[in-house]
């Protein structure tokens, strides 16, 4: 039990920006007014993405039944891609009765045998959490058996939100992987990715600017990653957090232990891209990288530009509405801005105070922060004479009664807008929306309609 | 009839495909108007429900949670988050029903619902769905069950032109239309429970309400043991009739394994010939039975040299697997969720109740899948053909709008299915 994580420990992360404002009762969902996904979740979506590794989910068959194959994080693993498989050991009723370690270690050996992964991460839930099954020690005796890790993950849904759990598969990975290898190489300039799970491909979109740069990603969690290298990962020189506040504890923890500093950054537009590319060489502290930075830089904004213009023309004076939470609320703000979209309103509902500056400083004082989108941004779109409305899908009428284009800024995207091509994807789906003449012929009146 | 396997003999599922218990009760609160489901449970388990059923459907889908942490499993019998869940979500809005639902956790701690809504006051319907046990058909089944047991008024009145439709939970939101319009043909008034038809239809509406946009009414369901005639479609709904039966027991009762099928149909379309008193059909069901006809016999030569794989809910597969072998497809593995009286009835070389990683090993004996989006990677990976069907279905829309029911629709289906057969041979050239 001592290589349980503390959670209260983690709730309580002292490299959080907002954690001295932050009340701990937040972590305490509203029973019938509470969304989002629980700490399984969470701890699913930061490490499914090891394709080489088994992911056995200890629990009854919601949990992952309802689950899997759901995300688009792709892989270059060649063999086969097992964070598109679901394992589960579907505990029944004779289970949760007599206890499911016996059903969970055949689960591994059947696993092990019939799959040849190169670990198992097993997946403690609500219901086995409940029961007392001790995964430790299954998962203990099991890598003696079987002679690869196995990660026995402590996030049942029931103790937090999604962040928790990313927080907590952090820990599994720190205790369990991170230091127990060594790589077969080192260069001065080897960094981890933190967060970035290669969603539709999102980090492909960057790593080969990195690649270029003589700067080598040692590991990934998990993005396109390999088990065998996060257990290298206490020697890179840098970690670098992508769009992931969650797991900033891990790289605190690493930086306390391994001495590695760490950074925070988007690839989101082409300003952030930059930005983010730049931070990193800078970080490493090397003059030279820095300079060979700034001229790639230099090189690949130039040719974004050049790619951009004709989809610039159409957006020229355009205006668009963003209703969405987080960071997402300045994050795609920034994007929009990049494509020459004048964003004259975005939603500041759900976003921390950072997030909030973060959103005045992008739109300027001109800028509308709806704090009740919901009400607001009809009025907001006649005021503004908007052109787009970016939401989820329940807003979807007020644009068709509004006749102006829409895009479901929630729908689970098939294609990057990350790094600087993606920045292209996104500005062919937007000249799309906003040239589609849908929402305005949806909205024509029946001809029985007074 | 083939071998039947019912007992899966390993440790563990891969790739599954099995639904569970609380999914099908949230979905069938969703055929009720104005609903809020209310899922007791952790937040993760309405989450994953509500993302899966959205995508589904496309369609924003009301639910909320009780959001049971880890410190409230063990301190609260359930009574503190189901009553302070209540408070608000009608603080908020004002639903015509909760529909309450339970999940493994909850079951675990052996939370007492009954008792608790009685402390609850506000409309509200309660279901014990653990997902330890049964599939998406009975946790739908035992909601409808539900409903009917703690709203429906007791009557011994009936009128002759009222029917009930109660349907499985693999009908689509049009096919449980067009099995309404269908038996209104016939001169009825028909009410379906649950109802999905005018719920998760995908209609654009003038609101995106937090609510179910649409289904029977909280009345209408009160109000429906004086039908004449209740119909149960499915085997999983055949308790849900025995216990409208018990509300008036002068109520007759016509069940039917499925509705797929030119023969299948035939006996529904006697029955309700029988009940009407009428000597005929409408012109335009006589006119769509000669359709299937035609169609059975155009997607004949192509089903005859199609082994085929169908995976799904027990009360899906008996009908669909009986509507291709009436047109000569060789259904060589049926693939089931969960055991069912149904799977003995199956026209098939091979019935089991399995996951995916099964449907793989036996990829020899098929050549066309019919299944839900995770057969998809399956279909791929072998070069098999494939027809997307029954829940999740991801990647494509218009799920809502499939229709496989009936004359009309078996025509539709078996058109389909030959077609992607012939487009896979074709592929394979």
Redesign the interface.
Known sequence: MTRKPKIRELLDESACTHSPTKKNACN??????????????GSQISLFPYADAAH?VH????????????RLTHTSWPNRDLT??????????N??VFGGEE?LR??ID??VERYAPEAVFVYST??T???GDDIDMVCKQAAEAHGIPMVPVHA??????KNLGSRLAGEAVLTHLVGTAEPETSTPFDINLIGEYNVTGDMWQYTPLLEELGIRVLSTLSGDGRVANIRTAHRAKLNVIVCAKSLVSLTRKMQDRYGIPFISVSFYGKRDTSASILAIAEALGDAELVARTKKLIAREEARLEEQLAPYKEVFAGKKAVLNTGGNKSWSIASALQDLDIEVVATSVKKATEADKEKAREYLGEAGILMTNPGQEQAKVIDQTGADLLLAG?????TA?KKKIAFADVNQ?KKKSYGGYAGLLNLAEDLKNALQNPVFKN?ARRAPWEK | MGEVMRKPD???????????Q??GAALAFLGIDRCMP?MH????????????L??HF???IAI???????VT?VLDGGDG??V??????TK?VAPSLIGLHS???TE??GDDLGGVATQVDYPLVYVHS????GGLESGWGKTTKALIEQLVASTDATRPDKAVLLPHVSLTPIEVEKLKDFIAQFGFEVHALPDLSTSLDGH?????SALSSGGITVEAVRDLADAGLVLSIGDSMQPSAAALLKKNPAMRHLHLNHVQGLAATDELVAALLEVSGREEPPASIDRWRKRLQDAMLDSHFSLGQTRILLVGEPDFLAGASQLLSEAGGKVTLALATVDSPQLDRIPADKVMVGDLEDAEALQGNYDLIVGN??TE?LAHRFGKGLVLRGYPS?EVVGNQLKDDLLYEGGAYFLCEVANAAEHMRAAEH
């Open positions: 305490a969902p509203t029973p019938g007014a509470t969304t989002g996904g629980c700490a399984f979740e056995l629990g009854p068959m919601t949990c992952i039944g309802a689950s899997w194959e759901t598109q498989m679901g394992f589960t050991t579907g505990i029944t009723t289970d949760v059903k055949s689960a059947f696993i609500c219901v959490a409940m029961i049942p849904g029931f103790v937090g939100s899908g329940r807003s979807l009428f068709i689970e949806v | 390993k440790p563990l599922q891969v790739n599954p495909f099995r639904l569970t609380p999914m209310l449970g952790g937040m993760g388990c309405t989450s994953f429900t509500k993302v899966f959205t995508r496309c369609e924003p909320q949670t009780t959001a049971v942490t880890d499993a988050s189901i302070e869940a209540v408070q608000n979500i908020k999940t493994g956790l675990t701690k653990t997902d330890y046990e654009l509406g003038e609101k995106q989006c995770h990677a991801w």
